[in-house]
């Protein structure tokens, strides 16, 4: 049941709430992204079809599956890095963001990777990525990722994101931010009841002083990505909203490729900036996969 | 500066001889060594000003005293790539039993070797006289099991 106390505070934001409830209660389907540096969509597909895994394409998306057969993560495609089970939600953020070939990228809070060798896989291993991870114990897992896939063009670092240093500039920023993790409710049934206001709140604050370093460390002309997976528009229009007053960060529209919400400019007593209209909102009953947030920001070319 | 070019064509050679890998190959690749017996293979340098916890790449070889000795994960990179000293075991009983360390008969050349089944490369192992060992590290011996019992 989602909780009256927690999650029901977004009654009037979330279209067709009911859908949302019935969608936050059933089992979060499993999904694949291919892993292009290591084999292509189509050979992936085969060989797991031969091996009895039934494989639905997602239709806005080449490189990803849904696998309808259990234990998908013990085959030797998994073990040789030819796929990354992941959220189709959580595939979103690097869509958005668009690396390319050859340029410098940051990502700052990396781990467990899904998205860093997702980015990677778009650079196809050419130009820097940054794999950013200030929490000791998540790099493990991160830096067994990236050898797991092959990513031969990340670096992993681990400052806290809001004093990562001002020494270089990146044509894109990755800032999938620290957050209430509300989104991931189906798979973390604990969070049916939404998270408490001081989590939020404290979140929130972490978030802003990540946000400003995060855009102030792009080159002119450079794109900042900023994703939660969390409902809460503190984290998300209210962060976005924070940059923008801070500084003279240009939010573009983002386009998706399957039906999203717009951000939303007030709630509550909250009043956010107009422009944060131009975000996106996720929900699972819309993707039938978690919930999220992304935002896409420039910063002038001088 | 380090000489990356005579580094470059050594590791090239290597690959070249033992396991019939083109040079081109490895063209993309930047090769750096690290801690005088290490060599990583990158795609990019960390730009400057930043500390890393790990650099970008992976470790491809170590130099020991009777020459280079490679990595199980860049074997695992060059796949199809890799024409010569390939030990093929296609039953996965053999496999199993390369992988609980115990040695199995196969006619290869003395020298490190691909482990290859059924087409996919899977790590690094050593023959002497006749016999094959993995060299597979521990860890992902027993992740690879766990992938063999539901084919087995």
């Not at chain 1, 200030?134 to 400052?159: E, H």
């Not at chain 1, 620290?178 to 989590?199: N, W």
Request: aromatic share 6%.
């Amino acid at each position: 049941m989602i909780g009256e106390r927690g999650l029901a505070r977004y009654r009037t934001i979330i279209p067709r709430w009911r859908e949302f409830v019935d969608a936050c209660t059933r089992p979060l389907p499993v999904t694949i992204r291919v892993n292009t540096l290591r084999a292509s969509p189509r050979d992936v597909r085969d060989r797991l079809t031969r091996k009895g895994f039934s494989l639905i394409p997602i239709a806005w998306s080449e490189d990803l599956f849904r696998v309808e057969t259990p234990r998908v993560s013990k085959t030797i495609e998994h073990w040789l890095g030819m796929f990354y089970i992941q959220e189709a939600v959580q595939t979103l953020p690097v869509r958005v963001l668009s690396p390319q070939p050859g340029e410098t990228i940051l990502d700052m809070a990396a781990a467990p990777g899904g998205k860093c060798t997702h980015i990677a896989s778009c650079m196809r291993n050419r130009g820097a990525l940054i794999a950013n991870e200030p929490v000791g114990k998540r790099q493990p897992s991160l830096m067994a990722n990236i050898n797991r896939l092959g990513v031969l063009n990340t670096t992993v670092t681990s400052y806290r994101g809001e004093s990562f240093p001002m020494h270089a500039r990146f044509d894109r920023v990755l800032l999938d931010a620290p957050c209430s993790a509300e989104g991931t409710l189906r798979k973390e049934s604990t969070l049916r009841d939404g998270a408490t206001r001081s989590a939020i709140a404290r979140l929130s604050r972490l978030q802003q002083r990540l946000i400003l370093r995060a855009y102030d460390l792009l080159k002119p002309g450079g794109t900042l990505v900023y994703s939660t997976c969390t409902f809460a528009p503190e984290e998300n229009e209210g962060t976005v909203s924070h940059l923008l007053s801070k500084r003279d960060a240009l939010l573009d529209q983002i386009t998706l490729p399957f039906p999203a919400e717009r951000g939303i400019i007030a709630w509550n007593d909250e009043e956010y900036a107009p422009e944060v209209a131009r975000c996106a909102r996720i929900y699972p009953h819309q993707i039938d996969s978690g919930g999220g947030f992304i935002a896409r920001l420039r910063k002038p070319a001088r | 500066m380090p000489d990356y070019e005579n580094l470059h064509d050594e590791v090239a050679s290597f690959f070249s001889s033992r396991f019939g890998v083109a040079r081109e190959v490895l063209d993309q690749l930047t090769f750096v060594e690290r801690g005088g017996k290490e060599i990583w293979a990158t795609s990019a340098l960390t730009p400057t000003g930043i500390a890393s916890n790990r650099p970008a790449g992976v470790r491809i070889l170590r130099r020991m005293p009777h020459g280079f000795k490679p990595t199980t994960v860049f074997l695992c990179l060059l796949a199809e790539h890799i024409g010569t000293s390939r030990v093929e075991v296609d039953d996965v009983q053999l496999l199993k039993q390369l992988l609980l360390g115990r040695p199995i008969q196969y006619e290869i050349d003395d020298g490190y070797a691909a482990v290859s089944y059924r087409g996919d490369i899977l790590g690094c192992a050593v023959a002497k006289g006749g016999a094959v060992r993995a060299l597979i590290p521990t860890q992902k011996r027993r992740e690879l099991l766990g992938c063999l019992d539901p084919e087995s």
